[in-house]
Nanobody, 124 residues
């Protein structure tokens, strides 16, 4: 069993930065890809960013490419999402998820453990 807990959400002004963390416990996640997804009010959930087990490969949604950076520290069983140049349309609940595989995947069905989410609100 794996527990995934996100932290770092909050309220930020447009153009500002915010950093999210995702701590996994119960079993090492160092062998698995991890990802961030988000869901805005009234919208379907969407992929944000993913990172391979080693951290050597990443992928991003076009909407966040160049502004967000995903990284991981396997020694700490933690994944990070650095968000810069935030926009009001980035407002959403952000979810961290563990993949069932080791390489980056962009679809939710490839992830088997999810956190409860952390709210990110970007004011204009």
């Amino acid at each position: 069993q794996v527990q995934v807990v996100e932290s770092g959400g909050g309220l930020v002004q447009a153009g500002g930065p915010l950093s999210l963390s995702c701590a996994a416990s119960g079993r090492t996640v160092g062998f698995y890809a991890m990802a961030w997804f988000r869901q805005a009010p009234g919208k379907e959930g969407e992929f944000v960013a993913t990172i391979s087990w080693s951290g050597s490969s990443t992928d991003y949604a076009d909407s966040v490419k160049g502004r967000f950076t995903i990284s991981r520290d396997n020694a700490k069983n933690t994944v990070y999402l650095q968000m810069n140049s935030l926009k009001p349309e980035d407002t959403a609940v952000y979810y961290c998820a563990k993949s069932s595989g080791s390489e980056p995947r962009t679809t939710a069905r490839d992830y088997d453990y999810w956190g409860q989410g952390t709210q990110v609100t970007v004011s204009s």
